[in-house]
């Protein structure tokens, strides 16, 4: 005869097995603005709860990212990293969103945020907005 059947323990999961959205989603933003002229400098900020030790900037379509320690920010439950972009030109066009760590896990991807080249928008301007989904309706 087989012995009895035992309790077995329970299973213990680490946090480097939870998926990356466990985290609330950074913000991502533009500075200075919205509308950017095309060959002048861009910063892309990232913001994210206190509990951030790094942004990671990335794009869509390629595997490329850049990492950066975070900033402490006023108010002092929030953090940034700031990713200047020296010039905005074909080669910066893309999508970009960002994620940042703690001590265990990444966060959400924020939403995305659209460098558009001006040949795909009228006025020879360069537009930066957040994007979760889809493009905005093209400008008239």
Same mark, same amino acid.
């Given at each position: 005869?087989?012995?009895?059947?035992?309790?077995?323990?329970?299973?213990?999961?680490?946090?480097?097995?939870?998926? =990356?959205?466990? @985290?609330?989603?950074?913000?991502? %933003?533009?500075?200075?603005?919205?509308? /950017? $002229?095309?060959?002048? *400098?861009?910063?892309?900020?990232?913001?994210?709860?206190?509990?951030?030790? =790094?942004?990671? @900037?990335?794009?869509?379509?390629? %595997?490329?990212?850049?990492?950066?320690? /975070? $900033?402490?920010?006023? *108010?002092?439950?929030?953090?940034?990293?700031?990713?200047?972009?020296?010039?905005?030109?074909?080669?910066?066009?893309?999508?970009?969103?960002?994620?940042?760590?703690?001590?265990?896990?990444?966060?959400?991807?924020?939403?995305?945020?659209?460098?558009?080249?001006?040949?795909?928008?009228?006025?020879?301007?360069?537009?930066?907005?957040?994007?979760?989904?889809?493009?905005?309706?093209?400008?008239?």
């Amino acid at each position: 005869s087989s012995p009895p059947p035992t309790a077995r323990p329970p299973l213990l999961c680490s946090a480097e097995v939870f998926p =990356t959205w466990a @985290l609330p989603r950074p913000s991502i %933003s533009a500075e200075p603005g919205s509308v /950017i $002229l095309w060959g002048q *400098p861009v910063t892309i900020v990232c913001r994210g709860p206190a509990e951030a030790e =790094t942004f990671r @900037l990335l794009w869509v379509d390629d %595997s490329n990212y850049t990492d950066q320690k /975070i $900033l402490p920010q006023h *108010p002092p439950h929030e953090t940034e990293a700031r990713f200047p972009i020296t010039r905005v030109s074909d080669d910066t066009a893309r999508h970009y969103f960002c994620r940042y760590h703690n001590s265990s896990s990444w966060s959400e991807r924020s939403e995305f945020l659209e460098l558009v080249p001006p040949t795909s928008r009228p006025g020879g301007i360069h537009l930066l907005y957040p994007n979760p989904v889809t493009p905005p309706p093209p400008l008239t």
